[in-house]
């Protein structure tokens, strides 16, 4: 049986197509194996033996070109975690920190992501209030989290209820750094209840990842970020893949011309789009492909 993962594969899983496949049998009971088998696919293929990094890009970036719109809108429209009426906490814990917030940390990194919310097209529009939405579900989950602190041993409460917070965190972080000119405003209220208790968080000691991650937020979100303002806008210029040819050692980075296709990569010539479809180690071809956005 093969054991190469495909985007279809992924997106089945997500719950974004219906189907069956070799690496997503059955059906999925409930949103926790969902998220559980979703981060299995990672950590036991593309991050251990079975696969490469390589690979995972190759697969990440099909994904992100077919179906990143579906992904948006299936964060956004979080289903219940389950039947029987979850206690709120829970619930919020899953609204904020679910299967799809997993993909979407995976996804970042991939140019077709800064293409998505750079997007104009109706198809990417849920796309500009992400940031509000997250402000929004952390900011509910605060008063829920403090009430629970008092109930829960402490190294039980950081395993099941820290860690939401704190993968919720890290993508609002570059929503902040990286997308704010792309996203709706964030209302003044939230702003307000929002930074309140990232203050708070960064001076509690219960799990000292939360601590750094809200200080890198509040930091993103008053813009002083403490990563070097020119190392933001380098990375801002990766993510776009466009700030100089693709072509493998090619510095030329004026003049230059999108692949009509996917548009995220520019070449400065003809010859070196050509030779670099298919013909390098690392080739244009495989990751190449049109979106709706």
């Known amino acids: 049986m093969s054991r190469f993962r495909t985007a279809k594969d992924l997106a089945i899983i997500l719950g974004l197509v219906e189907g069956t496949s070799l690496h997503a049998p059955g059906p999925i009971r409930d949103e926790h194996q969902r998220l559980n088998r979703l981060e299995d696919c990672f950590v036991s293929y593309f991050l251990g033996f079975d696969g490469t990094t390589y690979q995972r890009e190759l697969v990440c970036a099909e994904f992100a070109a077919h179906y990143l719109p579906a992904l948006i809108d299936r964060y956004i429209d979080a289903p219940t975690l389950n039947a029987s009426g979850p206690a709120p906490l829970e619930q919020r814990a899953y609204e904020m ?19 998505y919310f750079r997007s104009q097209a109706p198809i990417a529009a849920r796309g500009k209030t992400l940031m509000r939405v997250l402000v929004d579900r952390i900011v509910s989950y605060g008063p829920l989290l403090d009430q629970k602190k008092e109930e829960l041993p402490e190294d039980d409460f950081d395993d099941l209820y820290c860690l939401p917070l704190l993968d919720a965190l890290k993508l609002l972080s570059i929503c902040l750094r990286f997308f704010t000119k792309h996203q709706e405003p964030i209302p003044l209220e939230a702003r307000n209840n929002l930074t309140r208790y990232l203050i708070k968080w960064r001076h509690q000691s219960w799990m000292i990842d939360v601590q750094y991650s809200s200080e890198d937020a509040y930091d993103d979100l008053r813009g002083k970020s403490r990563i070097p303002t020119a190392v933001i806008e380098a990375a801002r210029r990766q993510l776009k893949a466009r700030e100089k040819c693709a072509f493998p050692k090619c510095e030329v980075k004026e003049n230059l011309r999108a692949c009509t296709r996917c548009s995220i990569v520019a070449y400065c010539s003809e010859a070196h789009q050509r030779a670099d479809w298919n013909g390098t180690r690392f080739p244009h071809k495989p990751t190449c492909f049109e979106t709706e956005y």
């Open 97 to 115: 920190f679910n299967a799809s917030l997993y993909m979407l940390l995976q996804l970042y990194p991939i140019p077709y992501f800064s293409k």
